[in-house]
């Protein structure tokens, strides 16, 4: 207890934090002694103290004990409302029970059997029900390895080897990701890429004059994208994109590719894809796909993924081992989790708590006199603090996000209040309830005459 007195001291008073979130920040802080414990001891042991860069936050990130449907525990013993849900991968909400029992049972059975097993058939089959474009699918252990892979695959069955992408559009911290989804757009989003990855991929913003240019050079393999826009709709796309990009991609050569990791069984059970009646060639899956657990799979036509399947001597074939493609635990929590929300039902009732959600908060904003809004597709929520944006769509404005001491301020005063945002955002589940909605905007209304006071907006 002494150590850990001592270390929690020497850590406050080299830390920044005074300087910034003020006062929220500050309090927060005092208020959460076991996550700021764990900081120090994790600052030793892992880079930033963290495991995913989206934690890296001032004054020190939260730390959870446990979780249940949509509520969690920090270590400190503070319940929240969750609006992180897995980073989007639990539609059905925090430990759903015919998910764990579903878990639990293959977990008896085996964990990797290092052979072909039936719950890899069963998943498959789920996706190429529920997704229009899934006529084949490979599973691999994250959204990153499947947007990899499925470029790979359009290099491979076009011959070409250029990918155009949009400015502010993520597709996962491979290579040929790693760049233009961060502003200013224009840079690599990461120290450490080979010089020649930047000349094979083109960031154009989503106008379909400059698309038609870049395909129509006819050097392109793939055009991927967020089809909900940037950042599950943080940067909508202009009417009409989704269909234009498929009319440019059919009439050049190029695949298209959606990048669903987020939107896929959450925009509906078959994602924008179904939800927008424009079908890709290519489909990029995770989150919801495996219901919590490890998981990502590319799909599409089969005469594209079969390039997989190719005999050894097959020129065409495209290789791609994995060690924990298609986890028996992950196809087991996708499986049940698929079969949860297959009906279109969970997206209906997660979208009407979202809906009413985003009209709540909305009118905190004007009741308090703030200017700002919540806003959104689906079930899904985005803050807008300020004026509104002379472009809706620019992805400088929207992606860019909060400046410092207002977002650690929202923050900490939201997690006071007993609501976890995901950076201003947040995903809803069928996990959600009225009251969930009620506190977090009680907790919007007591925050922003905060940041008020504190001059932050
Ligand atoms: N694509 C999109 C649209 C994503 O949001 C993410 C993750 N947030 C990824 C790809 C990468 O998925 P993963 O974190 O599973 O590698």
């Keep these: 207890m002494k150590y850990r007195d001592a270390v929690l001291r020497q850590h406050r008073e080299t830390s920044s934090r005074s300087s910034t979130g003020g006062t929220e920040a500050a309090a927060w802080a005092s208020e959460n002694p076991r996550s700021e414990a764990l900081n120090v001891r994790a600052r030793r042991l892992l880079p930033g103290g963290v495991a995913h860069d989206v934690r890296l936050a001032e004054p020190f990130p939260l730390a959870v004990a446990r979780a249940a449907g949509s509520r969690k525990w920090d270590v400190d013993g503070h319940e929240l409302v969750c609006y992180v849900m897995g980073h989007g991968s639990l539609l059905a909400g925090h430990g ?133 826009g940037a950042a599950w709709g943080t940067v909508p796309l202009p009417g009409g994109f989704l269909a234009q990009a498929r009319r440019l991609a059919d009439e050049t050569g190029t695949l298209l590719v959606f990048d669903e990791v987020v939107t896929g069984f959450r925009w509906a059970p078959g994602g924008v894809q179904e939800a927008a009646g424009v079908v890709p060639d290519l489909t990029v899956l995770g989150k919801i796909l495996a219901g919590g657990m490890p998981g990502g799979a590319a799909c599409g036509r089969a005469s594209i993924i079969d390039h997989l399947g190719a005999l050894r001597d097959d020129p065409r074939r495209v290789t791609h081992p994995g060690t ?85 301020a929202l923050h900490c005063s939201m997690l006071r209040e007993g609501v976890h945002l995901f950076h201003g955002s947040g995903f809803l589940s069928i996990a959600h309830t009225q009251a969930d909605l009620e506190r977090t905007a009680g907790a919007l209304a007591a925050t922003l005459p905060r940041l008020a006071a504190e001059g932050l907006i």
Excluded at 123 to 140: D, G, H, Q
Excluded at 141 to 149: I, Y
Excluded at 372 to 393: I, K, M, N, W
Aim: net charge negative.
């Design 96 to 228: 759903h029970p015919d998910v764990v029992a579903a878990v639990r049972d293959q977990a008896a059975r085996s964990f990797h059997p290092g052979a072909c097993h039936e719950l890899e058939s069963d998943w498959a089959e789920a996706v190429i029900r529920l997704v229009p474009s899934a006529e084949r699918v490979r599973f691999t252990s994250s959204g990153t390895e499947a947007s990899l892979l499925a470029l790979r695959l359009a290099r491979a069955v076009t011959g070409r080897s250029k990918i155009v992408k949009l400015a502010g559009h993520f597709h996962g911290w491979h290579d040929q990701a790693a760049l233009g989804a961060d502003p200013p757009f224009d840079a690599p989003d990461t120290a450490g890429l080979p010089e020649q990855i930047s000349g094979s991929v083109a960031v154009i913003p989503a106008d379909a004059g400059v698309l038609a240019d870049v395909l129509r050079a006819g050097d392109v393999a793939a055009f991927i994208l967020e089809p909900s």
């Design 324 to 408: 924990h493609n298609a986890h028996p635990l992950s196809a087991a929590a996708g499986v049940t989790t698929l079969r949860l929300v297959s009906s279109g039902e969970a997206q209906r009732r997660a979208s009407t708590l979202a809906a009413t959600l985003r009209a709540e908060l909305s009118s905190v904003f004007e009741r308090c006199g703030v200017a700002g809004r919540a806003y959104g597709e689906s079930s899904v929520f985005h803050l807008l603090f300020g004026p509104e944006p002379p472009d809706q769509r620019d992805p400088a404005t929207l992606k860019a996000g909060l400046a410092r001491p207002l977002s650690t």
